[in-house]
Structures are given as structure tokens and as C-alpha cells.
């Protein structure tokens, strides 16, 4: 079992539908989770941390984290054309790592 | 405030050359990464320092890398002899501490050829 997961994709939806991302991990004890945005041939860029349990909403984007069943999603909600990218959750766990998921890319349609 | 900053942003050179990419962190950030990125793998961190310290370098993958840090500023990953299976886009990131958000540089697209 690899250590993050996440669903290679593509995913497709409309423009204005909602998008949800979603990842897993293997280290129960694993604390802090981050969601990256990589467009295609530029560097990744944070768009949202999450340390607690439940959810946390930045503007149209809401990361939601269930630590008893080690999963962590994102929401995007009203899709744009311009948040077609590949998304990248990274996990740091409790044996002191930070540990990248395969990223899954998202195309939103017009 | 400037980002990470790093060079070359292309370098395409023969196999068995030297490589040396470089790497300025955001100023007050006392954690730099370096990660590889290709299609197959994805996102590997290769090494970790903390205040100018080596302090994980599980992923570096071969005694033909190196990385040094000789000031909080600056930071170079060496490749030598350089091989075809290199070829690969470099980040270096660098982050508040080690478990804060890390930010990218725009990596150095790397072909050997």
C-alpha cells in the first residue's frame, strides 16, 4: 500500500459544478495535510492546510479531514475553467516525513 | 517578496557531465527541500535541511548526487557523472519550518542526453 493515494484521474466536470478530490494514507498518526495545485509545467502552489478534524473553507475551495478513516478531500465549489490542474495532497506523518500523493488531474469543461 | 529563486530554469547537457542547480529560499525560512518530479514517480523529496543542516537525505538516489547548503541563503544539488535517467524537472522549496507550508521555486527542467 503506498503511503498517500489519490486517484489519478482525470477528472471531468462542468464549469460551476463542484469538484471533489480525494486522497488517503496508511499512517494513522499522521498530523498536518496539505492540498497543492500544480498547472501544467509550473511548480506547486499551496492552496489549502488542514491539522483538525472536519472542515475548513478558504473562499470557494473547502478541505474536509476524517482521521478515523485516514482520508482527506478537497471541495471545489463553482468550477472554473481555470482550476483545471493537477492536485497534489501531501501528508506529513508521525515518522517525521512529508509525503506527496500522486496528484489527480481535474479538467473543468465550459 | 521574492519567491524561491532557482537556476538554471533549462539545462540539457551529455551524459557524464556535471549538473549543479542552485537555490536561493524565501529570506527567515530555515527549512529547503529539494524534490525530483517525472511522470512515472512523481514528486520525490530527495533531501532535507533545517537551519543549513542536512538532516534527511533517504531520497537521494545515488552517490552521484550531492546537495550542500553553505548558508541559509544559498543552496546547490550536484549530479555527478550525469545520466539519461536524471532527466527529470528539480524543485527546491524551502518553508517557515519543517512542517509549515513549503513553497516552490519553478524547478529546473533537466535533460541529458
Known amino acids: 500500500q503506498k503511503e498517500v493515494e489519490q486517484n489519478s484521474g482525470p477528472l471531468s466536470v462542468p464549469e460551476g459544478a463542484i469538484a471533489s478530490l480525494n486522497c488517503t494514507y496508511s499512517d494513522r498518526g499522521s498530523q498536518s495535510f496539505f492540498w497543492y495545485r500544480q498547472y501544467s509545467g509550473k511548480s506547486p502552489e499551496l492552496i489549502m492546510f488542514?491539522?483538525?478534524?472536519g472542515d475548513k473553507e478558504d473562499g470557494r475551495f473547502t478541505a474536509q479531514l476524517n482521521k478515523a478513516s485516514q482520508y482527506v478531500s478537497l471541495l471545489i465549489r463553482d468550477s472554473q475553467p481555470s482550476d483545471s490542474a493537477t492536485y497534489l495532497c501531501a501528508v506529513k506523518t508521525s515518522y517525521d516525513k512529508v509525503i506527496f500523493g500522486p496528484g489527480t488531474s481535474l479538467s473543468v469543461i465550459p | 517578496d521574492a519567491g524561491v529563486i532557482q537556476s538554471p530554469r533549462h539545462e540539457v547537457t551529455e551524459m557524464g557531465q556535471e549538473v549543479t542547480l542552485r537555490c536561493k529560499p524565501i529570506?527567515?525560512?530555515?527549512?529547503l527541500f529539494w524534490y525530483r518530479q517525472t511522470m512515472m514517480r512523481g514528486l520525490e523529496l530527495l533531501i532535507y535541511f533545517n537551519n543549513n543542516v542536512p538532516i534527511d537525505d533517504s531520497g537521494m538516489p545515488e552517490d552521484r548526487f550531492s546537495a550542500k547548503m553553505p548558508n541559509a541563503s544559498f543552496s546547490t544539488l550536484k549530479i555527478q557523472p550525469s545520466e539519461p535517467r536524471d532527466s527529470a524537472v528539480y524543485f527546491c522549496?524551502?518553508?517557515?519550518?519543517?512542517?509549515?507550508?513549503?513553497?516552490f521555486g519553478d524547478g529546473t527542467r533537466l535533460s541529458i542526453l
Open positions: 488542514i491539522y483538525s478534524n
Open positions: 522549496a524551502s518553508s517557515f519550518a519543517r512542517y509549515q507550508p513549503q513553497h
Open positions: 529570506s527567515g525560512h530555515n527549512s
